[in-house]
């Protein structure tokens, strides 16, 4: 069945050709048919034409010959009346037509002439009989002018009787003075032929070209190739019958018509040629026109066809591009719905998962209240229990974050703060968070960076972060107990000198993924597993979100992996680099100009000395310890040392505390968990540095060994200051947030009045003495006032207070924007919920610290 | 180009195509339907001889004349109307005897005529003279000398027309013959051939054997360097023509003697027509014949072996014998000053250098000058040397080329060389008697 619409088509494409060779073979043989029947009509029209010119030329040397023979025989007359004949001859003068006049009287054998000498008959051959209108006529000779001519006798008779006979020769030139200058614009060849001889006696004026046999019947048919016996034999008949005959043979590759024409009953013929083209000019002429209009109509015809195929091309393309758009269309329809199927699967799925995933710890806390209402007097029961109350809703409120992270940023509504930050810090606190992560899982987590030349940057920390946080802990949570994760920090070839070009790879040897999985691993509403049959906890919204935060800052992120040989995930980002002149003068300042690294890793003292390359600051990396001792030794200056802990250990740091000037502090580069590192610290002027190496985590550690803070590095976390004493006015709609926040304070020897809504709040404000409220906690969402109105209400009111009490937001609007939205509505700070109080501690002073500044 | 511009493109080209059309179409008749024709135009009658023709071969000569002919007819406006005669046999009337007649009734008004009737006709009278034509300043002296009579210039060739000995020198190579200097070694090689099978060497027709004897006549006159003297002393009868001529009568009949030269075919043969044939196909080692032969297809350009041409043999060794035809002026002819002004474009250096180059010959004009087929280089060197003889002088009083071919026809016909000498004898006579 495949083949039948082929064949159908090479059917169909045959039938095509078939009739298109049907009408061109039609209409062919219209026109052969009528070229042939014009072909025809030109020929006898030309054969008429011919014999009409040759029966004009025939009748005009009729017309001479009669008038020669009757003149001749009027003079005849005359001479008879002349009482001296002989001297009537002598006496006349020649004439053009007529060269010699002879008289030979009766009886005699010789005679005068008018040319002065005696005339005989002897040289004319009268013999073949032949007359002109009934005189005798000789052969044809070439006379004493040295021109063919021809003699007529007429008797000369006198009452009757003879007296002699008048002979008068004629030269044929006299003929040609009567025939035209040539015929068929003098194409056409033509020769006066003296029958007996077989002669040509005269070739008249412009008849033909220069080059034809000219000489006899003979020489003229041998110069013309004309030998067809038939043909011959025909010329004889008719040359002995007097007959006229017209024939076609080339002349000189030329077709020709020609012809032997009896002229006086076949004394003499006209013998020639014309081409048929002389003579059929009109018929070429149509010929070519019948040619032109068929090549015109072809040609029209053959347009046609060219722009019928150009339109229907044109109208298959278009076509063929309207299948192709609907056929796309079609396409993105059924992936649109298939996408609109599969999201709605997934949500399916997801509000499932999440329903299980929100309920567990929801069935957690709830189960564990009644437990706690049950065993409220034991008070390590209360404890056990609002400890696991506690690690629930923790769990809860990732799980909501993530949700809302998600919605967000689908949204479009993420927006990155980009910022200074150090890429030691974001290092340093996602090794802080993970170590215990892949303590707890028993797993081994390395860390390396190499090739970062900048770590001092402009971008989102938080997000990075992020980022960071959610690859390792998913490689933390999809890879079993003792596996290994990798995280690798590595600066790539710069593409621009202003950005530095990171990639970061974080490898696991864990569970991996199948081909299927890893296709829509950074899909939303996604999990390797099904939730509900999986020990594996999450919202599996954490690589989406990872995908669109990469994306945002124009990174890209990559995946690999293997079902049970584990994953890599791949970031490449690009970050801007940070001026850094500030770091060259802190090392000026302290007078460090050389540090000595010793390291075992080449890697490692390529990396060190790139990263202390713009400080300033001279590195004199060696290999060994006995190569820094060495250049020690040998007067080698430094105001530092650095030592591997893990290529050297405590004997290496011990040399090279030795070789050291006293002054001269040691840090000994270690990872934060090695071993045996306390042992170093006992070493004098000696002190740890985390791996891997920074430049801002050796300049912070310069500068609490030169006992300074310079204030760059990231603050430590400050213990909040106590709320004790304190009097809030709290703006609350939820009762039971209410009597939580207001446990909550007093847990911490503070105290508040709780307004309802926002406008309960403002009157409440409105009432009090000024300093009673120390701030306002004010939730945004309220019914009546929102917290936003409030705030401004507040800050609009005639108190002197009015505008310097501390509003502080307490609100599940926990985002950027929400945070944005409260300052704009002149509140001070932001505190998300649930509520955290060493936030609102931290708010609160940083409140204080504001007003006390000013 | 999008789609959009090329359909505008072809609109606009069909849009024109149409317009074209219709516009030829458009057609003004006339009212006379007689298209209107320049002046009559003028006509000059020439009367040449024409070869007989073969159907296979172009006549290059007659191509390079009419190439001059249709440059005058351009040139002028004029018309040349083409008149001939050739003899059917011996028994006819010679071409030059037509010739004579003709011109005496002034039939024609440009001849081409051979030395004896340019002669004859001069002396008679009836040749313009061509001495003022600007084309007759470029003349060589030779020229000049052979065509001046009574002090009038009658005659203008188109070429110097020089005969000479054809050679077949695959055949004089392969009997280990020279080719002949003198007489004696002329037939030395007759002898050779003759013995090895070739039983008559020499082809020859009733017109050119009078080549040998003037060649042995008037190899001393014309190259002993006192050639004037010689010829005023004949002029005057001190020295007899008879005398002269008798070394290459004897040589002549010697030929006929021994059989080198059939003497009876020769006698009603004419040029080329009867020795030809077997010298082109190897049979004959030797024929006589004039420059542009050697050119021609329909003669002897075209050979499958070496050819080369010689002089004919001398006491002055291998001698050229140069009778001078030529182009002359009827001077009672009805258009005779015409004849004369396509003449002078004839005989233009423009139009001698085109005949020269087509035909491969000598020009008369001194401003022409023409590379030579390699067969003819011998007879050329001669020339150029200066070595010939002329075969007519007008400035002899006895015409020379056409009485010594008829002649050598009596000798052909059985006449003894006495008979001979005598015939010569009474022309000089004659021709002393005269006043």
């Known amino acids: 069945?495949?083949?039948?619409?082929?064949?159908?088509?090479?059917?169909?494409?045959?039938?095509?050709?078939?009739?298109?060779?049907?009408?061109?073979?039609?209409?062919?043989?219209?026109?052969?048919?009528?070229?042939?029947?014009?072909?025809?009509?030109?020929?006898?029209?030309?054969?008429?034409?011919?014999?009409?010119?040759?029966?004009?030329?025939?009748?005009?040397?009729?017309?001479?010959?009669?008038?020669?023979?009757?003149?001749?025989?009027?003079?005849?007359?005359?001479?008879?009346?002349?009482?001296?004949?002989?001297?009537?001859?002598?006496?006349?003068?020649?004439?053009?037509?007529?060269?010699?006049?002879?008289?030979?009287?009766?009886?005699?054998?010789?005679?005068?002439?008018?040319?002065?000498?005696?005339?005989?008959?002897?040289?004319?051959?009268?013999?073949?009989?032949?007359?002109?209108?009934?005189?005798?006529?000789?052969?044809?000779?070439?006379?004493?002018?040295?021109?063919?001519?021809?003699?007529?006798?007429?008797?000369?008779?006198?009452?009757?009787?003879?007296?002699?006979?008048?002979?008068?020769?004629?030269?044929?030139?006299?003929?040609?003075?009567?025939?035209?200058?040539?015929?068929?614009?003098?194409?056409?060849?033509?020769?006066?032929?003296?029958?007996?001889?077989?002669?040509?006696?005269?070739?008249?004026?412009?008849?033909?070209?220069?080059?034809?046999?000219?000489?006899?019947?003979?020489?003229?048919?041998?110069?013309?190739?004309?030998?067809?016996?038939?043909?011959?034999?025909?010329?004889?008949?008719?040359?002995?019958?007097?007959?006229?005959?017209?024939?076609?043979?080339?002349?000189?590759?030329?077709?020709?018509?020609?012809?032997?024409?009896?002229?006086?009953?076949?004394?003499?013929?006209?013998?020639?040629?014309?081409?048929?083209?002389?003579?059929?000019?009109?018929?070429?002429?149509?010929?070519?026109?019948?040619?032109?209009?068929?090549?015109?109509?072809?040609?029209?015809?053959?347009?046609?066809?060219?722009?019928?195929?150009?339109?229907?091309?044109?109208?298959?393309?278009?076509?063929?591009?309207?299948?192709?758009?609907?056929?796309?269309?079609?396409?993105?329809?059924?992936?649109?719905?298939?996408?609109?199927?599969?999201?709605?699967?997934?949500?399916?799925?997801?509000?499932?998962?999440?329903?299980?995933?929100?309920?567990t710890p929801m069935n957690a806390v709830l189960g564990f209240t009644t437990l706690l209402a049950k065993d409220a007097e034991n008070p390590a029961k209360v404890r056990e229990y609002t400890q696991k109350i506690t690690a629930s809703g923790q769990h809860l409120l990732s799980l909501i974050n993530d949700i809302l992270d998600v919605s967000k940023i689908e949204s479009g509504k993420v927006v990155l703060s980009l910022e200074k930050f150090a890429l030691n810090d974001v290092i340093s606190s996602i090794d802080a968070i993970i170590q215990p992560m892949v303590k707890a899982k028993g797993q081994d987590f390395h860390l390396e960076v190499t090739g970062v030349r900048h770590?001092?940057?402009?971008?989102?920390?938080?997000?990075?972060?992020?980022?960071?946080?959610?690859?390792?802990?998913?490689?933390?949570?999809?890879?079993?107990?003792?596996?290994?994760?990798?995280?690798?920090?590595?600066?790539?070839?710069?593409?621009?000198?202003?950005?530095?070009?990171?990639?970061?790879?974080?490898?696991?040897?864990?569970?991996?993924?199948?081909?299927?999985?890893?296709?829509?691993?950074?899909?939303?509403?996604?999990?390797?597993?099904?939730?509900?049959?999986?020990?594996?906890?999450?919202?599996?919204?954490?690589?989406?979100?990872?995908?669109?935060?990469?994306?945002?800052?124009?990174?890209?992120?990559?995946?690999?992996?293997?079902?049970?040989?584990?994953?890599?995930?791949?970031v490449d980002l690009e970050l801007r680099i940070l001026e850094e002149e500030a770091d060259r003068r802190f090392w000026e300042q302290r007078g460090v100009s050389r540090i000595l690294a010793v390291t075992g890793s080449r890697e490692s003292r390529e990396n060190m000395t790139a990263l202390m390359q713009d400080t300033g600051v001279r590195l004199d990396a060696c290999a060994t310890v006995e190569e820094a001792v060495e250049r020690l030794r040998g007067g080698g200056d430094c105001q530092m040392a650095l030592l591997d802990w893990e290529d050297f250990g405590l004997q290496g740091a011990q040399s090279l505390r030795e070789a050291l000037p006293e002054s001269v502090p040691m840090l000994i580069l270690a990872e934060f968990d090695a071993e045996g590192r306390e042992e170093a610290l006992r070493l004098n002027h000696t002190d740890l540095l985390a791996k891997p190496f920074f430049v801002s985590a050796l300049r912070a550690k310069a500068g609490e060994l030169w006992n300074e803070t310079d204030g760059t590095g990231v603050p430590e976390a400050e213990e909040a200051g106590s709320l004790a004493g304190m009097h809030f006015l709290a703006a609350e709609d939820n009762e039971i947030n209410a009597e939580i926040l207001t446990e909550l304070l007093e847990i911490e020897g503070a105290s508040c009045e709780i307004a309802a809504n926002g406008r309960l709040a403002v009157e409440s404000f409105q009432r009090s003495e000024p300093g009673e409220f120390d701030a306002i906690l004010m939730d945004v969402q309220m019914p009546v006032m929102g917290g936003h109105e409030a705030a401004k209400a507040i800050r609009a009111l005639d108190r002197e207070d009015a505008g310097r009490i501390p509003i502080i937001a307490m609100t599940a609007n926990a985002f950027a924007e929400d945070e944005k939205a409260a300052l704009s509505a002149g509140m001070d700070a932001h505190v998300p919920k649930p509520l955290s109080m060493e936030l609102l501690k931290k708010a609160i002073e940083q409140c204080s610290k504001r007003e006390e500044t000013g | 180009m999008n789609t959009a511009k090329k359909h505008k493109w072809l609109s606009i080209c069909l849009a024109a195509l149409a317009v074209v059309s219709l516009a030829s179409c458009a057609q003004e008749d006339p009212k006379n339907l007689i298209s209107r024709e320049d002046g009559e135009k003028r006509a000059v009658n020439l009367f040449s001889p024409m070869e007989k023709i073969d159907p296979d071969a172009e006549n290059v000569a007659r191509t390079a004349s009419d190439l001059t002919v249709a440059m005058a007819e351009e040139a002028l406006g004029m018309t040349m109307v083409y008149r001939t005669y050739t003899a059917e046999d011996y028994q006819d009337k010679t071409y030059d005897e037509v010739c004579l007649d003709r011109a005496r009734n002034d039939m024609d008004d440009l001849y081409l005529l051979n030395p004896d009737a340019i002669m004859a006709l001069g002396a008679e009278g009836k040749l313009e003279d061509l001495s003022g034509l600007d084309s007759a300043k470029n003349l060589r002296e030779i020229i000049r000398t052979a065509n001046t009579v009574d002090g009038k210039l009658v005659a203008i060739p188109q070429e110097v027309v020089a005969y000479g000995l054809f050679v077949n020198k695959d055949l004089f190579d392969r009997y280990g013959l020279d080719l002949p200097e003198t007489p004696e070694e002329f037939l030395e090689c007759c002898r050779v051939f003759q013995e090895n099978g070739i039983e008559t060497p020499v082809g020859a027709n009733r017109w050119w054997l009078e080549t040998f004897v003037l060649a042995q006549a008037y190899a001393d006159l014309y190259n002993g360097g006192n050639t004037q003297a010689e010829i005023e002393a004949l002029n005057s009868g001190e020295a007899r023509y008879s005398d002269y001529m008798r070394p290459g009568f004897e040589f002549l009949q010697t030929l006929i003697d021994r059989g080198y030269i059939d003497a009876e075919k020769a006698l009603v043969s004419e040029a080329i027509e009867a020795e030809g044939p077997d010298f082109l196909a190897g049979k004959t080692p030797i024929v006589m014949a004039y420059w542009g032969a050697a050119n021609t297809e329909t003669a002897y350009g075209k050979t499958d072996f070496t050819m080369e041409v010689i002089g004919f043999p001398s006491s002055q060794g291998q001698m050229p014998v140069m009778p001078m035809t030529g182009w002359a002026v009827c001077s009672g002819a009805e258009h005779a000053q015409d004849a004369m002004k396509m003449l002078d474009v004839i005989i233009s250096d423009e139009a001698l250098q085109l005949y020269s180059e087509a035909n491969r010959v000598i020009s008369p004009s001194e401003n022409v000058k023409v590379e030579c087929v390699p067969a003819l280089k011998p007879l050329n060197d001669r020339i150029e040397e200066g070595v010939y003889v002329l075969g007519s002088n007008a400035g002899m009083n006895v015409e020379q080329w056409g009485n010594t071919c008829q002649i050598v026809r009596l000798l052909l016909g059985g006449a003894s060389v006495e008979e001979c000498m005598a015939a010569f004898d009474e022309l000089q006579d004659t021709a002393l008697n005269q006043p």
């Open chain 1, 1 to 359: 069945m495949k083949g039948t619409p082929n064949k159908q088509k090479k059917r169909k494409g045959l039938s095509l050709l078939f009739s298109i060779v049907i009408i061109f073979g039609i209409f062919g043989t219209i026109v052969f048919a009528v070229s042939r029947r014009i072909a025809e009509e030109m020929s006898d029209a030309a054969i008429q034409s011919l014999s009409e010119s040759l029966d004009l030329i025939q009748s005009t040397i009729e017309a001479i010959l009669r008038s020669e023979a009757e003149f001749q025989t009027l003079i005849a007359q005359e001479i008879a009346r002349a009482e001296d004949p002989e001297e009537y001859i002598r006496a006349y003068e020649k004439n053009q037509t007529m060269a010699k006049l002879s008289l030979i009287l009766l009886g005699e054998t010789e005679g005068v002439s008018n040319t002065g000498e005696r005339f005989t008959e002897e040289g004319l051959d009268f013999s073949a009989g032949e007359t002109v209108f009934g005189l005798p006529v000789s052969r044809s000779y070439l006379n004493y002018m040295g021109t063919w001519s021809y003699t007529i006798k007429c008797p000369v008779e006198r009452d009757g009787q003879e007296i002699g006979t008048l002979y008068a020769e004629y030269v044929y030139d006299a003929i040609d003075r009567s025939l035209p200058d040539g015929f068929y614009n003098q194409e056409a060849s033509l020769y006066i032929m003296d029958a007996e001889s077989q002669r040509f006696v005269l070739k008249p004026k412009g008849m033909g070209q220069r080059s034809a046999g000219h000489l006899n019947l003979a020489d003229f048919y041998r110069a013309n190739n004309i030998q067809d016996p038939e043909i011959r034999a025909e010329v004889e008949g008719c040359l002995s019958a007097g007959r006229n005959l017209l024939f076609y043979h080339e002349i000189r590759e030329v077709n020709a018509l020609n012809y032997m024409w009896a002229v006086n009953g076949g004394t003499v013929f006209l013998v020639g040629y014309v081409p048929v083209e002389a003579i059929q000019k009109e018929g070429r002429t149509v010929n070519q026109s019948i040619m032109i209009v068929v090549a015109s109509l072809l040609a029209a015809f053959f347009l046609c066809i060219i722009l019928y195929y150009l339109n229907w091309r044109q109208q298959e393309k278009l076509r063929r591009e309207q299948e192709e758009e609907r056929r796309l269309h079609s396409q993105q329809l059924a992936e649109a719905l298939r996408a609109a199927q599969i999201a709605s699967e997934s949500k399916t799925t997801f509000l499932s998962n999440m329903s299980h995933d929100i309920r």
């Open chain 1, 455 to 570: 770590e001092y940057l402009v971008g989102d920390a938080t997000r990075i972060n992020q980022i960071l946080i959610n690859l390792l802990s998913t490689a933390v949570k999809y890879t079993p107990e003792g596996g290994q994760i990798r995280l690798r920090i590595i600066g790539l070839k710069q593409r621009s000198s202003q950005y530095e070009h990171i990639r970061i790879e974080v490898e696991d040897n864990g569970y991996g993924m199948t081909p299927e999985y890893l296709k829509t691993i950074f899909d939303a509403f996604t999990r390797a597993e099904n939730s509900t049959t999986n020990k594996v906890q999450g919202t599996g919204l954490g690589m989406a979100i990872t995908k669109s935060i990469v994306e945002l800052m124009g990174g890209t992120i990559e995946v690999f992996s293997e079902v049970d040989r584990g994953s890599l995930f791949r």
